[in-house]
């Protein structure tokens, strides 16, 4: 398949940024900010810098035969912010030849259109090279690029229903020698009594025996019967699982029909693959939003006066992603994500599955006849895998000790504050220290609000929580062994990114 390119600023895009760009452009100002920079250095393709050169060039009026002519009007003396920090530029500049500055001014205006471009293009090639990709949406759970292995995903939800149970097939993916069925199963003729009496026999099993007993699941095709190699699952009454299952190559195919078996509650259910559905782009597969190489693709559809949008991430930044891949319901800063219509903005509720590997969609109630749908994502939150060690005094029961050190990471640090010896009737009777957390965001476009703590070992700890959803404190479990001081790690620094996702829903 012919690798497309996909370019992320029009034509005209390129000439209004530029045009702007111009009208403001002072060589000052281009100094500063091409600071450290080299065309030579940038990453675009040589036709790409060419082009962006021409067209400076043009909008400023310069060539070859205009050159020595251009003088310089402007002389005087400017305060810029660049990067985060600002330079004073002192009243005073050389009285170099007009022919030497009129040359620089077209360096300077082209390379610094150069760097407007890539910072609309988010300043990365893998950004762009991910998005010259085709790609696959497996309904449920996600989209897929064509350099990943999966062959094949569900042809349509399938669900039975017995005496003992509703069983409902929601996804599948298949590789050439390996499948993964997404479905659940709700209980009939049971109470939540007597399954959480269940559930507390079964704990009392493994307390006894050491040992987990795992669902009798099997997938069987062709007469073959597979047992499944891997899994999990969530739920209580209605129970949703993941299950692999690894097979021979020759029974991977849109052609076979599958049964899957779950024996505990006597309950099958059959279900087909079809190859994956391909796409150019990804705004073909729905509204997408791209921001800090995180790119954010809503599908939507409605029935019964209630919107259902799905929210799949393709993350080609530094960081862990933690929003629609790990966490949905958030909020900080006072904002969360929300549906605008013409009659208002409307929440959002999440099905009881959103905590099962299972993607989970956003439902909004339109029953007053809403026509325009806006999805409003304010933030995504991240994690990095940063981590830096630790060493917290630990003080006598009841007392505050003030530490005030900063841990400085990549993109923010955190202050220890102090630090508290609490006991309680409910911990053990070593109890647990209080550490007490501030933060410093050099960028307001990128806020830290938390970290993990830890030993590596069995630990536990529960967090405290400031109005913007910052974690202010995090009460650490002490043991017997820890006397005069705790040695820890401080760990995923979590950020959230501030750009907002405004997607327009079909």
Same mark, same amino acid.
């Given at each position: 398949m012919e690798e497309k390119k996909i370019c992320l600023l029009s034509e005209e895009d390129i000439d209004a940024k530029v045009t702007?760009?111009?009208?403001?452009l002072d060589i000052e100002e281009t100094q500063i900010l091409l600071e450290g920079y080299s065309i030579d250095c940038l990453h675009l393709d040589k036709e790409y810098v060419q082009d962006i050169k021409e067209r400076v060039a043009?909008?400023?009026g310069m060539n070859k035969s205009t050159e020595k002519d251009i003088a310089i009007e402007k002389d005087r003396s400017i305060y810029e912010e660049v990067q985060g920090k600002r330079k004073e530029l002192k009243d005073s500049r050389g009285k170099g030849s007009k022919k030497k500055?009129?040359?620089?001014?077209?360096?300077?205006?082209?390379?610094?259109?150069?760097?407007?471009?890539?910072?609309?293009? =988010?300043n990365s090639d893998s950004i762009v090279h991910a998005f010259s990709k085709m790609f696959g949406l497996i309904p449920g759970v996600g989209i897929v690029e064509d350099n990943q292995d999966i062959l094949y995903q569900l042809k349509q939800c399938e669900s039975v229903e017995t005496d003992q149970g509703i069983? %409902?097939?929601?996804?599948?993916?298949?590789? %050439?020698?390996?499948?993964?069925? /997404? !479905?659940? !199963? *709700?209980?009939?003729?049971?109470?939540? *009594?007597?399954?959480?009496?269940?559930?507390? *026999?079964?704990? *009392?099993?493994? %307390?006894?025996?050491? =040992?987990?007993?795992?669902?009798?699941?099997?997938?069987?095709?062709d007469n073959e019967k597979y047992k499944m190699s891997g899994g999990s699952s969530a739920g209580g009454l209605t129970s949703y699982f993941s299950a692999t299952f690894?097979?021979?190559?020759?029974?991977?195919?849109?052609? %076979?029909?599958?049964?899957?078996?779950?024996e505990d509650f006597d309950i099958t259910a059959d279900f087909q693959l079809v190859t994956l559905d391909q796409y150019n782009s990804l705004d073909q597969i729905g509204a997408t939003g791209i921001h800090n190489n995180i790119s954010l693709t809503a599908i939507s559809?409605?029935?019964?006066?209630?919107?259902?949008?799905?929210?799949?991430?393709? /993350?080609?930044?530094?960081? /862990?992603?933690?929003?629609?891949?790990?966490?949905?319901?958030?909020?900080? !800063?006072?904002k969360k994500l929300t549906l605008k219509t013409e009659n208002g903005n409307k929440d959002y509720t999440l099905p009881g599955s959103y905590g099962s590997d299972l993607n989970a969609a956003y439902t909004f109630d339109i029953s007053d006849g809403s026509k325009e749908f806006l999805l409003h994502i304010p933030f995504v939150v991240v994690e990095s895998n940063e981590e830096e060690k630790i060493t917290l005094p630990i003080p006598k029961e009841g007392e505050v000790v003030e530490i005030n050190k900063e841990i400085a990471f990549k993109n923010g640090s955190v202050m220890i504050e102090s630090v508290e010896k609490i006991v309680s009737e409910q911990e053990n009777e070593?109890?647990?220290?209080?550490?007490?957390?501030?933060?410093? /965001?050099?960028?307001?476009n990128q806020q830290l609000v938390g970290v993990k703590l830890t030993r590596r070992k069995s630990e536990g700890w529960f967090e405290e929580f400031d109005e913007q959803g910052r974690i202010k404190a995090i009460n650490y479990m002490l043991e017997k062994s820890d006397n005069g001081a705790l040695k820890l790690y401080v760990v995923h620094p979590r950020y959230v990114f501030m750009d907002e996702y405004n997607l327009t829903l079909d």
């Open positions: 702007d760009f111009m009208n403001e043009l909008k400023v500055n009129a040359r620089w001014k077209v360096y300077a205006a082209s390379a610094a259109v150069i760097l407007v471009c890539l910072f609309a293009w =988010k069983l %409902k097939v929601l996804s599948a993916v298949a590789t %050439k020698d390996c499948i993964t069925v /997404n !479905f659940s !199963f *709700e209980r009939k003729n049971c109470t939540e *009594e007597q399954f959480m009496l269940e559930k507390e *026999e079964e704990w *009392e099993r493994i %307390k006894k025996e050491d =040992k987990l007993v795992e669902p009798n699941i099997y997938l069987m095709v690894e097979l021979e190559e020759k029974n991977i195919h849109p052609s %076979k029909v599958y049964t899957l078996q779950y559809s409605i029935a019964s006066n209630q919107l259902q949008v799905n929210v799949y991430p393709i /993350n080609h930044s530094e960081y /862990n992603l933690i929003s629609f891949y790990n966490e949905y319901e958030m909020e900080y !800063f006072g070593y109890g647990h220290l209080k550490v007490n957390l501030k933060y410093k /965001n050099p960028n307001e």
